[in-house]
């Protein structure tokens, strides 16, 4: 199978007062149709900065220093800015966690939707509104024609969310970006958030970059899963592979630190465990392994050279000197 977004090499940089920073180091990851893959991490691991080189929305300072990302067969950095501007919003679907950051508040819902619909659908004005409220409709909205005529501020939450999906699903992409889509909603309403973008998903048979800190969610969610550390991935597999048999410590701890991850989480004293001290800062990264400070198992090879991603089973890929030694004996 032939991937519909592949990622190769990507190096995102910043400037900054302090220096060079490297947001996104190295990273290579192909998408197939049909899929959906959990990237995870804590913040500031890189994920939203891979998400935003994706879609070339990243800050002014900063700028695509190496790499290809090739979506169906073209590489996006070689798209002029109105190519570029064409393929977002209709091959390239996008969420974001706030919804009230990315809705224009002055504008009600119904036109929002149907301003995407008559830009990238090229439908008139008439046909466009009836399908915003179509799709208000498809994501669950109670009473569309009447929300369509609503303000951002007058809609939930949980509905504004589906507003958003709404207007990533009215173009029909093929590949849908989703950066912490739950994070700021309560938990019954994340729950139907999930369901039914697992169930647009399905349906359109799309390939989904679902980017979280919260691994419930990949759980939930995810047919396979990457794992970011400090700008890059430290290992990929097929979700259940990975929460089953986890290889880098990184994965590991994360795994271990989730709530219910002993089945305890209800007990008035169970402490979860933590991962041992913070993320390095990019500008002050340690040699070798970037996870070295935190690891129970380094040595000194760990910090002799930084591990590559290496394949260690059938498409599972760990970036860790202990798995590398295996391969090697
Ligand atoms: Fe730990 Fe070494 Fe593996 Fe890094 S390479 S995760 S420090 S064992």
Redesign the pocket.
Known sequence: MSALLEIDNLQTVFSTGRGMLRAVDGVSIALNAGEVTGVVGESGCGKTMLALSILRLIPPNGRIQTGRIVFEGTDLLSLTEAEMRQKRGSDIGMIFQEPMTSLNPVLRVGEQIAEVVMLHRGLPRKQAQDESVRMLAEVGLPDPSRRAADYPHQLSGGMRQRVMIAIAMSCHPKLLLADEPTTALDVTVQAQILDLMAQLQKKNDMAVMLITHDLGVVARMAHRVAVMYAGRI?EMAAAADLFENPL???TKGLIESRPGACGKATSGNFKLKTIPGTVPSLYALPE?????DR?????E???HAE?SLEEVRTNHCV?????QKKIAG
Do not use: I, N, Q, W
């Not at 970036?319 to 798995?323: D, I, P, S």
């Open positions: 430290v880098h410590p990184y070798g392994c970037r996870f070295s690891c129970d198992y380094a040595s090879t760990c910090r591990p970036a860790c000197v202990l798995h």
